[in-house]
């Protein structure tokens, strides 16, 4: 009787290791898994880290291009206004010229105008072929 229950000990401490041993390779092949998924998730990481960088200097460089239009486009905006206010200040030659058609005289061309009467009376000569 002893021998069964020596036999059965130690049948029961070999299914025991073989237990212990088949989990123990599970366990390193679920242990090789997670390396694996590691190794691909730190390529993947670079991966994302270059695209970053990339997208940093792109960024960058599309910043300093949208500066240089932003300050072109004040120079150009500066410049109209320039312009506007330049052609508002100078007299009408159009104007005084549609008033010597009209017969105007130097006096009205330069009340309605803004011409000196200089200006005015050559305006004045030249439509009216006067030399």
Known sequence: MMTVL???TIVLII???????LQLRQFRQQQC???????????RLQQLE?????????SAG???HVLRLEQQVHRIV??????ELRTSSEPSYNQASQLIDKGADVDQLVGSCG???GEAELL???QRGVA
């Open 6 to 8: 020596l036999i059965a």
């Open 15 to 21: 299914a025991g290791l073989a237990g212990g041993l």
């Open 33 to 43: 898994e997670l390396l694996d998924s590691l190794r691909l998730d730190r390529q």
């Open 50 to 58: 270059q695209e970053v960088g990339a997208l940093c200097s792109a």
């Open 62 to 64: 599309a910043g300093d």
């Open 78 to 83: 500066e410049r109209q206004n320039s312009l």
């Open 115 to 117: 011409l000196t009467r």
């Open 124 to 126: 004045l000569m030249m």
